[in-house]
């Protein structure tokens, strides 16, 4: 199986390699996670030998060396994320990644740990708190989740699920709320295609089981039926059951085999099952023996790895190399 560290580990030599300015303009480039991955890895790097940098150099000489860059248009990434995706996911990708003035308040809270986030927001209105969660990324979402009061993460994860796209009105008072903490976010009159219970479910994804249940449960009190749509809508590990073989295999690929044996410390026989039947029966075999041979484990850690999994998965959904199942049909065959 791949090892995703590996190329982190090379970019972090590269970056420590080169002078504090150079590195400092490539840093510009990145975003908040690429940025907080890579300042651990190189934190990480004990003395690297010579040679282990020049064999970094000379594999980065050799990419680059391969072609001319290719040119960025816009309409060819629309072209090929509809075609991909089909039209309603692309386009609420695309809102995302295209659009750029519509949250330039909101940029500075990705900077942010989630203690720090929830700190500054948790004053704010909750409809526009949950607005703010909307332009997160899940995980950080649902981090910030946890850190708030039962009463106040249930009515914000209500008005995510209940959110009807973001209404101008909205992202003017989004904007106000962060020229006050952040001092700087222009308005923009554009709706922008977020929120709902998709959304919802994903942040419900990474706060935690004993907090899922807690604001599901609550949900269910305001409307049982729009609790059963988020649950409906949440993807957890046990539903890897529903991805076919092939999809596993690829998932297999981009797992480490530490993640895998804690992730499958708390998964079901028949999950287990589904795993080592898309394995050789060598890497199958040692995968059990790892397994019976692994220790107790605390449930958090098991869960922090099966999230990652998780992570995976929907990254290689998005790109469309597997169907995650379970998710209302959107992939029928006629």
């Known amino acids: 199986m791949a090892n995703p560290d590996e190329g982190l580990e090379k970019s972090a030599m590269l970056l420590l390699s080169l002078g504090e300015d150079e590195a400092a303009e490539i840093l510009k480039h990145l975003g908040p996670k690429e940025v907080q991955k890579l300042g651990h890895a190189m934190a990480q790097l004990k003395a690297v030998p010579r040679d282990r940098i020049e064999g970094v150099l000379d594999e980065l000489e050799d990419h680059t060396s391969k072609g001319s860059p290719v040119p960025v248009d816009e309409s060819v990434i629309r072209a090929m994320l509809t075609k991909a995706l089909g039209d309603d996911r692309a386009s609420n990708l695309l809102s995302r990644i295209l659009q750029g003035g519509d949250t330039a308040g909101i940029e500075g809270l ?140 690829l998932l297999l690929r981009e797992i480490q085999s530490d993640s895998l044996i804690l992730a499958l410390k708390g998964a079901s026989p028949e999950l287990r099952d589904k795993i080592f039947k898309n394995m050789s029966q060598r890497a199958a075999e040692m995968l059990k023996e790892d397994l019976e041979a692994k220790g107790p484990v605390r449930l958090s850690e098991v869960e922090g790895e099966q999230k990652e999994i998780l992570k995976i998965a929907r990254r290689l959904a998005d790109e469309g190399q597997i169907v995650l199942g379970g998710k209302g049909g959107e992939d029928q065959m006629i």
């Open 110 to 249: 990705k900077w942010m740990d989630a203690p720090t986030v929830a700190d500054l927001i948790k004053n704010e209105h909750p409809q526009i708190i949950a607005t703010i969660l909307v332009h997160l990324e899940f995980d950080h979402a649902g981090e910030i989740l946890k850190h708030f009061t039962e009463r106040l993460r249930n009515d914000v994860l209500l008005r995510i699920a209940t959110l009807d796209g973001v209404q101008p009105v909205a992202l003017q008072e989004l904007n106000d709320a962060m020229k006050r903490l952040l001092a700087g976010a222009s308005g923009n009159v554009k709706k922008a295609s977020m929120g709902g219970v998709r959304h919802a479910a994903e942040i419900l994804n990474f706060v935690g089981q004993a907090a899922e249940t807690a604001i599901v449960d609550n949900v269910r009190e305001y409307d049982p039926d729009l609790a059963q749509k988020i649950l409906d809508e949440m993807f957890v590990f046990e539903n890897l059951l529903d991805i076919d073989d092939r999809g596993i295999q």
